[in-house]
């Protein structure tokens, strides 16, 4: 595969530009992608993080408001009157 000065040709082993990969600029440019593409997922899971977060913090915090007895009181009443006016439609019923 070598002559016999020891220099490889490109004929002997074909393109070895595209069976191989470039020299250290084109691996430097590889590892700065990975990095950016690293630091990029990293970004994303802290954002995403955040707003689950925030999420959780607000849904927290609109929770439901206290019960207020008033609002027992009215319910228990409406809930009498429908009783009530069942046993009416029962009676006209009968």
Same mark, same amino acid.
Not at 78 to 92: F, G, S, V
């Given at each position: 595969? *070598?002559? +016999?000065? =020891?220099? +490889?040709? #490109?004929?002997? #082993?074909?393109? $070895?530009?595209?069976? @191989?990969? =470039?020299?250290?600029?084109?691996? *430097? @440019? @590889?590892?700065?992608?990975?990095?950016?593409?690293?630091?990029?997922?990293?970004?994303?899971?802290? *954002?995403? !993080? $955040?707003?689950?977060? !925030?999420?959780?913090?607000?849904?927290a915090t609109l929770a439901r408001p206290p019960v207020d007895p008033t609002t027992e009181r009215i319910q228990s009443?409406?809930? +009498?009157?429908?009783?009530?006016? %069942? @046993?009416?439609?029962? %009676? %006209?019923?009968?």
């Open positions: 595969m *070598a002559d +016999e000065s =020891g220099l +490889e040709t #490109h004929a002997q #082993h074909g393109n $070895s530009s595209a069976t @191989q990969p =470039g020299g250290n600029g084109t691996r *430097a @440019q @590889q590892t700065r992608r990975d990095v950016n593409l690293k630091r990029t997922l990293l970004f994303i899971g802290i *954002a995403a !993080a $955040s707003a689950g977060i !925030a999420y959780a913090i607000v849904r009443l409406i809930d +009498e009157a429908n009783r009530l006016l %069942k @046993q009416l439609d029962d %009676k %006209k019923s009968a």
